[in-house]
C-alpha cells in the first residue's frame, strides 16, 4: 500500500526523465546513500569495512563498468581482470613517479589509460561478436597479464613483481596506503561510486545510453538508423574499461593493499561477468545486487552453518559452499533469468498491485 | 634495425638451420593440438546442437577422468570403470537436462551460459566431495615410451591420443552431417521455440548430446589426466581450448580438430621461435591473437555456421 | 457448430500470465470440431497468438503460464503434454513471424517438420513433393540458406514445413502475413483442400478477416483477452460491426484507404 | 495525384541496379525514379526483390552494379548510417525494433541523428545536454501522440503484440524527420481497421511534412488507394511502371502478381 | 586480555583445504593441527597455556585469506599470536597489514625474500630460509657433481619456472651467480596453471642443459617430471624448488619420476621421536587431522616444523612476558629472539630432522642450510649434506632489495639493531 504511483503525475517531461521519478524510489536511494555516509562510519568494524564493504564496492564500480559494455552495449567481454589490472598499475606506476600528484586524480588518470587501452582491445568488435568477441576479449586478459608480470618496469624493478600502494594522504588524511584505516578507505571507496553510479545512471537513460542498447538489441537496424557502430561500441568499450580502470586502482590502493598479476586474473573477470547477468544485465542497481551477490553469498555460506550450530569439517563445508552456490546461481537463472534486479521490479509490481493478484 | 632483424629474420633463420628440430616442434604441436581438439569437440557438440556455450566442459572433463580414477582406484577393473564412466556421464547428462536446461529453454544465449557456470562449480563440489583433492595417477595401461625415428622423437601416447581424436571427430561428423538427428540438433541451436513448435523432442536431443559430449570429456581427460595426473586444474584445459573454438567455428566438428592443429602448432613455433625474444611463457595470449587474427578475417572461424545478418 | 462430428479440441476457459505477472488470457473458451475450420479475430494484442500457444503449449517457453482453466484434445487433457508429444498426435502450430531455422536451407527446414514421422522416408518425400508443388518457389531456393530467403519466402517454408509433419490440427497463425495477394488465395486453397481431403482440422489466427471468414465454418472474436463474439462465419459475415471494422464494408461497399479522413475511435466490445 | 498535391523534382534516382548473392540475381537492371513528395509504392511477388531494392537504397546492400543518385549526388556506395545521416530513413519487414528498449527510447534512438551532446555532458546530465533531452524528448511525445501510442509510452517493446510494434517502428522512423521514408509491408499482420490509421498516418506524413515516401506492399487495396506511382518488380526485373490505374490493368503484372484483377 | 575466557594462544590458520591446489594444503594443514594437538594432549599446551585455532579455508585464493584474516585477527583471549598465511599472494597482502595490525607474519620458505631483512620488515619472518638462499645452495650443490666450483665455467643451466612473482624469485641469484661462476643460464617460463608445456621442453632438448632447476607449483611439477621423461632427461640432473619436492609431485608421474631431486630444509619420513609421539599422542588418541598413514610427508612434516617453530616463538615471548597468552606483538619479540639450537631440537624430538634455526632482529632468515632429496620411486631420500647458502652473495641482495622497498613506502630502516 505504500508503494504508489498513483496521484504522482509527472507534469513535466523533466520530472519524468529525473533519475528516480517515483517519490519512494528517490526518498529510498537517499535514505541509503545517507545511511552509508553517516550511520555506516560508526557501526562497522574492521573485518566489515575490510571483507564486505570495501570489495563490495570496489566490485560494484567493476560491475557497473561492465554492465555498460555488455548489459547495455551487448557486447560480451571477459576481459574485466585485465582492464582492471591495467587501472591497478597506472595508477601504481603513477603515484610512485609523481609522489606529489592527488592520489584521487591518480584514480582517474589511470581510468583514462584504461580507457585507452579498452579501445585498443574493443576494435575487433567490430566485425567478432557474441561468444567469438567474448573469447577474443580473453586476449586482452591474458595479454595485459602477461606483460605486467614480463616487463619489470611496470613493477619498478621489485625482484618479486608485487606492487605495493604507497602511502598518500589527500587534505592531511592518509587515504591509502598500510596505515590508512579502512574506514578511510571506505569512504573514498564509497564517494568515489556514488558519484560515478550517478554518472553512469545519466549516460545510460541519454543518448549514448540509447544507441548501447540499440547497438544491443539489434546491431543491424541500429545502423540503418543512423547510429555508427564503431564509434558507439569503441565508446562503450572506453567509458567500460575506464570504469573497471578506476575499479582496479580500488581494488589494488583502497583493499588489497598489495598485488602481483595473479590478483587480477581470468577469476576476477569471471566474477565481475557473475555480478552483472545474476543481477540484472542492462540494469545498474543490478550491478549493485549481484557485486553483493557474489561478494557475499560465500562469506554467508562460510560464516552461516557454524553460526546456526552446524560444525564440519572445514574442507566439507567449503565443498558444500561451492555447491550451494552453483545450485542458487542456476537456481536464481530459473525463477529470473533477467536477473535479481527484475526480481525487484516484480516485486515493486506486484506490491504496486496489492492487494489485487494482477 | 636489429631488433626488426631479431623479429623478421633470425627465427627463420634459426628454423632452417635445424630442419629436424622445426619438424620435431611441428610434430609436437600437431599432437597437443589434437589434445586440445578433444577438449574443444565437447564445446562444439553442445554449441551446434543447443546453442549452449558449456563452461562446464572443462569441469566434465575433470568429472570424468576423476570418475575413472576414483574407480580403479577402488579396484575396479579399468574395462569395468571406463563403462561405469560413461554411464556417469549419461547419468550426468540426464540431472543437466532434468533439473536445469529444462528451464531455460528459450533464454538468452548468455543466460544458458552462465547457468553452465552454475553447473560448473556443483560438480566441482560434488566431485570434490566423492572423490577427495588428491592428485591422482592416471594409468590405463596404454604405453607412453618415446622413441626416435630418423631423429625426430615421438611419444606412443601422443600417438594413441592423436588417433582416438581423429576417430572421435570423424565418428562426430558423420553423424551430425548424415543422420537426421544432426539436422535437429542444428535447428534446436537456431531457435528452441521454433524447433519445440515442429516436433523435435529437445529434451532427448539434449540428453543425447550432453551424453555424448560426456563422453568426448572423458576421452579429454584420459588425454590429458595421463600427463598431469587427475586433479583439479585439469578443468583449466578448457581455457586452451577456446582458441581452437574461435579458430574453427564454435559449430564445426571439423573446425574443432583443424583448429586445434592450428593452435597446437603455432604457438609452439611462437613460444619456440619468438618467445625467448620476449621472455617466453607467450603461447597463452598467443593462441587467442592468433586465433583473433583469423577472425578478423572470418568472423564465424573457419569452418563456423555463417553469421546471419539480414533485416 | 459446423460440419460433422463432435469437437476435436475445445479449450475451457483458460487464463493466461506471463512473467508471473501479465494477465493476457482472461478465461477463454473455444471449440474446434473433427475437420473444422475455426477463425480466431481480433485486434492486435487481443490474444489469438497467446491462445494458439498455449494449445500447442509453445507458451512455457516465453515463460507463459496457463493458471487456470483446461485444454483437450480428443477428450484428453493436453495442458501438460509438451509441444513435441502433440505435434506426434498431429497438433502442430505454425508460428507468427517465421521463425526459420536461419542456418538451414530450405530444404533441410522442411525435413525438420518430418522429426517426429515415423512412417518411412517415402511417404516423407512424397509430401516434400506436395510441399515443392504448392509453393513452387521454394523449389527454386531449396538449398538457399533459410536466414537469407525474403519473408514470403520464409513464411512458406515456415508453412511447409509444418505440413511435412501431416498433421491432423493445425494452429495457423497469421498465415497470410507477408505473402502477395495471390498465393494468399493459394494458401487457403490448400488449407481448405487438406481439410477436405485429408480431414484436417485448423484454428486459425488471421488479420486478414475477408478471407479468413470465407473459408472458415466458425469464428472467434477475441478482444483483451475474452471472447467477445462468436458464431457461424456466415453470421459474422452479416454482423454490422464485423462488416464495418473487419471488413470494412459500409452501405457503399469498401471505402477508399485514401478517404478515412477522421481517426474514428476504435470499436470495443467492452468498456 | 488526385489530391492535386505538389510533386516535385527527383529525389532518389535509382539506375540500373545489378545485385546478386551467389547464383541469385536479386535485382537485374532496375531502374526508377522517386520524385519528392510522392508516394511510390513497389510491389511484386515473393523473393522478387522489393526489400532488396530497399536495402540497396539505403545502403545495407552494395549493388554490383548500378548508381543511386539521392538529392543530386550520385553513388555507388555507402554506409547504412550515413545514408540515416542524410535523411533515408525506414521500417523493416520483419520487425527490427530494440526489443529490450520501451516505446519512448526506441522513438528517441530514432532522434539520435539530430542530438550531438557529448558523453562528459551526458554524464554529468548537465547543462546543454539536459536541454537537448528536453527538447528531443517533446519532439517524441508528439510522434507518441501523432501515432496514438500514449499508453505504451513505458513499455519494452518486445513484448508488445505485432501491430503495435510496426507502428512503434513508424514512429521511430518518423523520430528522424527524414526527407525519404521507406516502408517495408508497413501493414502485414493488421487487421482493416489498423491498416485504416497507418494508412491515415503515411498520408498525414506525406502531406504534412512533405516527406517522401517508397513503400512496399502486398495489400492492393492500400496500394492502389493511396500511393501516386507503383513499380512491379519480378524476379528482380522491373516489370512494369506507373500510376495504381496503369499497373493494374497491365496484362503482365496480372500475370505475374495480382492473379485477379482487384477493384 | 579478554575477560572470562581461558588463557589460550590463539593462532589463525588459513588453509586450503580445496581447489586446484588442495593436494599441497591438507598435508601442511594437517601437519599444523597435529603439532598443536600434540602439545596440548602430551604437555597441556606451551608450557601450560593451551593452544587453541581456527582454521579458515582460503581456496588458495588472495581475496578469500584476506576475508579469513579479518575474520580471525582478533580471536582468541589475546588476539592473534602470528600468522602463517600459506600463499605467497596472501603473504603480500598481510606484509604491509602487520605493523598496523601488530601480528608477525611467518612465511616459512615462501613469499618475501626481502622481508628476512629485519630491520626494514620488523613483522616479517621467512625463517629459517629462503629461495634466494636455495638457489645458491643449488648452485654450490651443482658445482660440487661436477667436482668445484670453477667447473660451472661454460656448464648450462636452465630455470623453468612459474610464471608469477613466486617463480621469479630465484632469477635474480642465479644471474648474479652465473656472472660470477661464469655458467650459462637459460629461463623458461611456464604459464599458470601448466598443463601443456611441450614448448618448454622442445627448447629444453635443444639447448640440452647440463642442469635443470624448476620452481614450480601445483600441476606444473607434474607435467613437467612427465615432459622431461618424454625427452629422456636424465632426472638426477633434474632439481625442483622445495615446494616441487613433495609426493604429489612425484606420485602422479608415476615411474617417470624416480631420480628426480628436489632441495628441501628438514628430513623427509616419519622417523622422529616427534613423529613417534604424534602416533602416541595424537593419532593414538583419534584425534589426528588427518589419516594416518600420511604423517611423515614431506608437506606433513613441513608444516609440522611451521607449527614448531611458531609454538616455539611463543615459548620464547612467553619466557619474557609470562605465562599467558601471548599476543601478537609479544609473539614479534619471540620470533625474533627465536633460538632453536641443537639440543632444543633434541628436546622437542626433532633431533637430526633439520638444522638449529637462529632468527635475529637484523636477519630474519637465518640463512639455514639446504638439503638435495631425491625419489626413488618409494620415498624422498637425502642425497647431499647440508649446503649453506652464500651468504656474502645472497644477503646484500636481500638488503638492496629490502632498502628499495622501504624508500618507496617512505620506511627507514630500524636503526637499534645491526
Ligand atoms: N512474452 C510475452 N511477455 C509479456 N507479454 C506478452 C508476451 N507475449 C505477448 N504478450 C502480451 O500479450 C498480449 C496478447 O498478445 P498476442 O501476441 O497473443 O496478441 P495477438 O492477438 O496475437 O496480436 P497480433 O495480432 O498483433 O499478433 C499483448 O498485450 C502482448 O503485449
Ligand atoms: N543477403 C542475401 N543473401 C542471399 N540471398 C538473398 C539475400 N537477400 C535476399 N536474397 C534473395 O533475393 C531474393 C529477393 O529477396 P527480397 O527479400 O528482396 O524479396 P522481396 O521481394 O522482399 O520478397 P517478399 O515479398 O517475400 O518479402 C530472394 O530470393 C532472396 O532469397
Ligand atoms: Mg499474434
Ligand atoms: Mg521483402
Redesign the pocket.
Known amino acids: 500500500m505504500f508503494y504508489r504511483e498513483a496521484g504522482q503525475f509527472k507534469t513535466t517531461y523533466a520530472g519524468d526523465q529525473a533519475v528516480f521519478p517515483i517519490l519512494q524510489d528517490r526518498a529510498f536511494v537517499i535514505a541509503v546513500i545517507l545511511f552509508a555516509f553517516l550511520v555506516v562510519p560508526f557501526i562497522a568494524d574492521d573485518y566489515w569495512f575490510q571483507a564486505i564493504l570495501i570489495p563490495f564496492l570496489v566490485f560494484s564500480m567493476a560491475a557497473i563498468g561492465l554492465n555498460l559494455l555488455t548489459g547495455y552495449a551487448g557486447q560480451l567481454s571477459l576481459g574485466t581482470g585485465g582492464f582492471m589490472a591495467v587501472g591497478g598499475y597506472m595508477a601504481y606506476k603513477m603515484t610512485t613517479a609523481f609522489p606529489d600528484l592527488n592520489i584521487l586524480i591518480i584514480f582517474i588518470l589511470a581510468g583514462l589509460i584504461a580507457a585507452v587501452v579498452g579501445i585498443l582491445f574493443g576494435i575487433p568488435s567490430l566485425r567478432i561478436k557474441g561468444f567469438y568477441l567474448a573469447v577474443t576479449t580473453l586476449a586482452a586478459q591474458f595479454f595485459i597479464l602477461w606483460l605486467f608480470n614480463k616487463v619489470p618496469w611496470f613493477y619498478n624493478y621489485f625482484s618479486s613483481g608485487v606492487i605495493a600502494a604507497p602511502p598518500r594522504s589527500v587534505a592531511g588524511i592518509l587515504v591509502v596506503g598500510p596505515a590508512s584505516t579502512p574506514m578511510v578507505r571506505y569512504l573514498v571507496a564509497l564517494s568515489f561510486v556514488v558519484v560515478f553510479t550517478l554518472a553512469a545512471k545519466n549516460l545510460v537513460r541519454g543518448r549514448i545510453g540509447r544507441s548501447w542498447m540499440a547497438i544491443r538489441d539489434m546491431d543491424i537496424a541500429a545502423e540503418i538508423i543512423g547510429i555508427r557502430p564503431f564509434q558507439v561500441k569503441l565508446l562503450a568499450f572506453a567509458i567500460s574499461s575506464f570504469y573497471c580502470g578506476v575499479a582496479g586502482a580500488m581494488f589494488l590502493f583502497l583493499y588489497l593493499g598489495s598485488a602481483e598479476t595473479e590478483a587480477f586474473n581470468i577469476n576476477v573477470s569471471f566474477d565481475v561477468l557473475f555480478m552483472i547477468i545474476i543481477g540484472g544485465l542492462g540494469s545498474i542497481l543490478g550491478s549493485f545486487l549481484g557485486a553483493a551477490f557474489i561478494t557475499l553469498l560465500p562469506i554467508l555460506l562460510t560464516n552461516l552453518p557454524p553460526h546456526l550450530g552446524f560444525s564440519m569439517p572445514i574442507d566439507l563445508q567449503s565443498h558444500i559452499e561451492v555447491i550451494t552456490f552453483g545450485a542458487l546461481i542456476i537456481f536464481f537463472l530459473i525463477v529470473e533469468p533477467h536477473g535479481l534486479a527484475r526480481l525487484w521490479q516484480i516485486g515493486k509490481e506486484k506490491l504496486r498491485l496489492w492487494p489485487f493478484p494482477y | 634495425m636489429e631488433a626488426l632483424q631479431a623479429v623478421f629474420v633470425l627465427p627463420f633463420l634459426d628454423m632452417a638451420g635445424e630442419p629436424l628440430f622445426f619438424l620435431e616442434v611441428i610434430i609436437g604441436g600437431l599432437l597437443t593440438g589434437v589434445n586440445y581438439s578433444l577438449v574443444a569437440l565437447g564445446f562444439v557438440l553442445i554449441f551446434k546442437a543447443s546453442g549452449v556455450f558449456n563452461f562446464s566442459q572443462g569441469i566434465m572433463v575433470l568429472f570424468a577422468a576423476l570418475t575413472l580414477v576414483g574407480l580403479m582406484e577402488r579396484g575396479v577393473p579399468v574395462w569395468l570403470a571406463l563403462v561405469l564412466t560413461v554411464l556417469a556421464m549419461i547419468a550426468l547428462a540426464f540431472i543437466v537436462e532434468r533439473f536445469m536446461l529444462r528451464f531455460l529453454v528459450n533464454q538468452d544465449e548468455i543466460i544458458l551460459f552462465m547457468a553452465t557456470i552454475g553447473l560448473a562449480f556443483l560438480l566441482e563440489g560434488v566431485g570434490e566431495i566423492a572423490w577427495g583433492a588428491d592428485v591422482k595417477e592416471l594409468d590405463i595401461g596404454i604405453p607412453d615410451k618415446s622413441f626416435e625415428v630418423g631423429g625426430i622423437l615421438l611419444n606412443e601416447f601422443d600417438l594413441f591420443a592423436a588417433a582416438t581424436g581423429t576417430v572421435l571427430v570423424v565418428g562426430l561428423a558423420v553423424f551430425f552431417h548424415k543422420t537426421p538427428i544432426g539436422r535437429a540438433l542444428r535447428a534446436v541451436a537456431d531457435d528452441h521455440q521454433a524447433a519445440l513448435s515442429v516436433g523435435i523432442p529437445l529434451k532427448t536431443i539434449w540428453v543425447v548430446v550432453w551424453s555424448v559430449a560426456g563422453i568426448v570429456a572423458l576421452a579429454a581427460g584420459i588425454s590429458w589426466g595421463a600427463k598431469s595426473g587427475v586433479q583439479f586444474s585439469l578443468s583449466l584445459i578448457a581455457l586452451k581450448a577456446l582458441p581452437v573454438l574461435l579458430i574453427g567455428g564454435f559449430t564445426s566438428v571439423p573446425g574443432a580438430i583443424i583448429g586445434g592443429l592450428i593452435i597446437g602448432v603455432g604457438e609452439k613455433i611462437a613460444e619456440i621461435y619468438w618467445g625467448p625474444l620476449v621472455g617466453g611463457a607467450i603461447e597463452n595470449w598467443f593462441a587467442y591473437m592468433l586465433a583473433l587474427a583469423f577472425l578478423l578475417f572470418r568472423p564465424q572461424g573457419l569452418f563456423g555456421e555463417r553469421i546471419i545478418e539480414?533485416v | 457448430m459446423s460440419e460433422n462430428g463432435g469437437p476435436l479440441l475445445s479449450v475451457n476457459n483458460i487464463e493466461v500470465i506471463y512473467d508471473h505477472v501479465i494477465l493476457v488470457l482472461k478465461g477463454v473458451s473455444l471449440k474446434v470440431s473433427e475437420g473444422g475450420i475455426v477463425a480466431l479475430l481480433g485486434a492486435n494484442g487481443a490474444g489469438k497468438s497467446t491462445t494458439l500457444k498455449s494449445i500447442s503449449n509453445l507458451l512455457r517457453a516465453e515463460r507463459g503460464e496457463v493458471t487456470k482453466g483446461s485444454i483437450e484434445y480428443k477428450g484428453e487433457r493436453i495442458e501438460h503434454s509438451s509441444a513435441h508429444e502433440l505435434v506426434q498426435r498431429g497438433v502442430i502450430q505454425v508460428m507468427e513471424g517465421r521463425h526459420v531455422f536461419e542456418h538451414l536451407t530450405v530444404e533441410e527446414n522442411l525435413m525438420t517438420g518430418a522429426y517426429s514421422r515415423r512412417d518411412g522416408s517415402a511417404a516423407i518425400k512424397t509430401d516434400l513433393d506436395k510441399v515443392y508443388h504448392y509453393f513452387p518457389r521454394l523449389k527454386e531456393?531449396r538449398t538457399?540458406q533459410a536466414g537469407?530467403?525474403?519473408?514470403?519466402?520464409q513464411q512458406m517454408t515456415s508453412l511447409g514445413r509444418a505440413l511435412m509433419a501431416s498433421p491432423t490440427m493445425i494452429l495457423l497463425d497469421e498465415p497470410s502475413m507477408?505473402l502477395?495477394p495471390q498465393l494468399v488465395e493459394e494458401i487457403f486453397d490448400i488449407v481448405d483442400a487438406l481439410n477436405k481431403n485429408e480431414k484436417v482440422s485448423f484454428l486459425l489466427a488471421e488479420q486478414n478477416t475477408m478471407i479468413a471468414l470465407k473459408y472458415a465454418g466458425y469464428g472467434y472474436v477475441l478482444e483483451n483477452g475474452r471472447v467477445v463474439m462468436d458464431g457461424d462465419a456466415a453470421t459474422l459475415r452479416e454482423n454490422e460491426d464485423i462488416k464495418e471494422f473487419y471488413l470494412g464494408l459500409d452501405s457503399s461497399g469498401r471505402k477508399s484507404f485514401r478517404d478515412i479522413k477522421n481517426y474514428r475511435r476504435r470499436k470495443r466490445w467492452l468498456s | 495525384m488526385a489530391n492535386g498535391k505538389k510533386i516535385g523534382d527527383v529525389l532518389l534516382s535509382v539506375q540500373n541496379i545489378n545485385l546478386s548473392?551467389?547464383g541469385?540475381q536479386?535485382l537485374v537492371d532496375v531502374s526508377f525514379d522517386v520524385r519528392k513528395h510522392e508516394i511510390f509504392a513497389i510491389i511484386?511477388p515473393?523473393?522478387?526483390?522489393?526489400?532488396?531494392?530497399l536495402n540497396v537504397i539505403n545502403g545495407f546492400?552494395h549493388p554490383q552494379g548500378g548508381t543511386i543518385t539521392y538529392r543530386g549526388v550520385t553513388r555507388a556506395r555507402m554506409r547504412p548510417h550515413e545514408a540515416a545521416r542524410q535523411g533515408i530513413a525506414r521500417t523493416f519487414?520483419n520487425i527490427a525494433l530494440f526489443k529490450g528498449m520501451s516505446t519512448l527510447d526506441n522513438i528517441m534512438t530514432g532522434r539520435n541523428t539530430l542530438m550531438s551532446s557529448n558523453f562528459v555532458l551526458q554524464a554529468l546530465h548537465w547543462g546543454p545536454a539536459w536541454k537537448e533531452e528536453k527538447a528531443h524528448r517533446e519532439m517524441a511525445e508528439e510522434i507518441i501522440d501523432f501515432l496514438q501510442i500514449e499508453a505504451i509510452r513505458k513499455t519494452p517493446t518486445g513484448r508488445l503484440p505485432y501491430g503495435l510494434q510496426k507502428r512503434v517502428e513508424l514512429g521511430r522512423a518518423l523520430a528522424a524527420e527524414p526527407d525519404l521514408l521507406l516502408l517495408d509491408?508497413p501493414m502485414a499482420g493488421m487487421n482493416l481497421e489498423e491498416k485504416e490509421d497507418m494508412c491515415r498516418f503515411i498520408l498525414d506524413v506525406n502531406d504534412e511534412f512533405g516527406t517522401t515516401i517508397a513503400l512496399?506492399e502486398?495489400d492492393m487495396g492500400v496500394v492502389m488507394d493511396i500511393s501516386d506511382r507503383v513499380a512491379v518488380?519480378d524476379y528482380?526485373r522491373k516489370i512494369a511502371e506507373g500510376t495504381p490505374g496503369e499497373v493494374r490493368v497491365n496484362q503482365d503484372v496480372i500475370d505475374a502478381y495480382l492473379g485477379v484483377s482487384h477493384d | 586480555t579478554k575477560a572470562g575466557a581461558e588463557e589460550a594462544h590463539f593462532i589463525p590458520l588459513l588453509v586450503y583445504r580445496s581447489g586446484p591446489y588442495a593436494p599441497n594444503g591438507i598435508p601442511i594443514a594437517n601437519g599444523f593441527i597435529d603439532y598443536f594437538t600434540l602439545l596440548n594432549e602430551r604437555d597441556g599446551g606451551i608450557d601450560g597455556v593451551k593452544v587453541t585455532w581456527e582454521e579458515c579455508e582460503t581456496k588458495y585464493n588472495t581475496k578469500v585469506g584476506v576475508e579469513c584474516y579479518e575474520k580471525l585477527k582478533n580471536k582468541g583471549t589475546a588476539g592473534a599470536a602470528l600468522i602463517n598465511p600459506y600463499s605467497t599472494g596472501i603473504t603480500y597482502q598481510l606484509i604491509p597489514r602487520a605493523p598496523v595490525d601488530k601480528i608477525p607474519i611467518l612465511s616459512m620458505g615462501y613469499g618475501q625474500t626481502a622481508a628476512a631483512d629485519g630491520r626494514i620488515f620488523k613483522w616479517v619472518f621467512n625463517a629459517p630460509t629462503t629461495y634466494w638462499s636455495q638457489a645458491s645452495a643449488f648452485i654450490k650443490y651443482v658445482g660440487q657433481q661436477e667436482g668445484g666450483m670453477g667447473k660451472l665455467k661454460g656448464k648450462k643451466i636452465a630455470l623453468v619456472y612459474h610464471n608469477s612473482a613466486y617463480g621469479k624469485e630465484p632469477i635474480p641469484t642465479l644471474e648474479a651467480l652465473s656472472k660470477k661462476f661464469g655458467y650459462d643460464l637459460k629461463l623458461l617460463a611456464v604459464d599458470h596453471p601448466g598443463q601443456e608445456q611441450k614448448a618448454t621442453w622442445l627448447q629444453i632438448r635443444r639447448y640440452k642443459p647440463d642442469w635443470t632447476f624448476m620452481w614450480g607449483w601445483g600441476v606444473m611439477n607434474q607435467v613437467a617430471l612427465k615432459e622431461a621423461a618424454a625427452i629422456n632427461y636424465p632426472m638426477d640432473k633434474f632439481i625442483g624448488v622445495w615446494w616441487s619436492g613433495t609426493e604429489s609431485d612425484v606420485v602422479p608421474a608415476g615411474d617417470d619420476a624416480v631420480g628426480y631431486k628436489a632441495g628441501t630444509f628438514h628430513a623427509p619420513g616419519a622417523n622422529t621421536q616427534l613423529h613417534k609421539d604424534v602416533y602416541k599422542y595424537v593419532y593414538g588418541r583419534g584425534k589426528g587431522a588427518g589419516e594416518k598413514s600420511r604423517v611423515g610427508e614431506v608437506l606433513w612434516n613441513r608444516g609440522m616444523l611451521n607449527a614448531l617453530v611458531s609454538a616455539e616463538a611463543i615459548r620464547t615471548a612467553m619466557g619474557k612476558f609470562g605465562k599467558k597468552a601471548m599476543s601478537g606483538e609479544q609473539v614479534r619479540w619471540g620470533m625474533e629472539n627465536l633460538n632453536l639450537s641443537k639440543s632444543r631440537l633434541k628436546e622437542v624430538g626433532l633431533a637430526g630432522f633439520t638444522p638449529p634455526i637462529k632468527v635475529t632482529c637484523a636477519d630474519h632468515e637465518g640463512n639455514g642450510p639446504v638439503i638435495i632429496q631425491q625419489w626413488t620411486g618409494k620415498e624422498w631420500k637425502f642425497v647431499s649434506d647440508w649446503i649453506s647458502p652464500m651468504r656474502e652473495v645472497v644477503r646484500p641482495m636481500i638488503e638492496a632489495a629490502a632498502a628499495k622497498f622501504g624508500k618507496e613506502n617512505n620506511m627507514t630502516p630500524r636503526a637499534n639493531c645491526m
Open positions: 539480414r | 531456393r538457399a537469407y530467403t525474403s519473408g514470403g519466402e507477408g502477395a | 548473392f551467389g541469385v536479386a511484386g515473393n523473393g522478387a526483390g522489393k526489400s532488396s531494392m546492400y519487414q509491408e512496399i502486398h518488380l528482380g
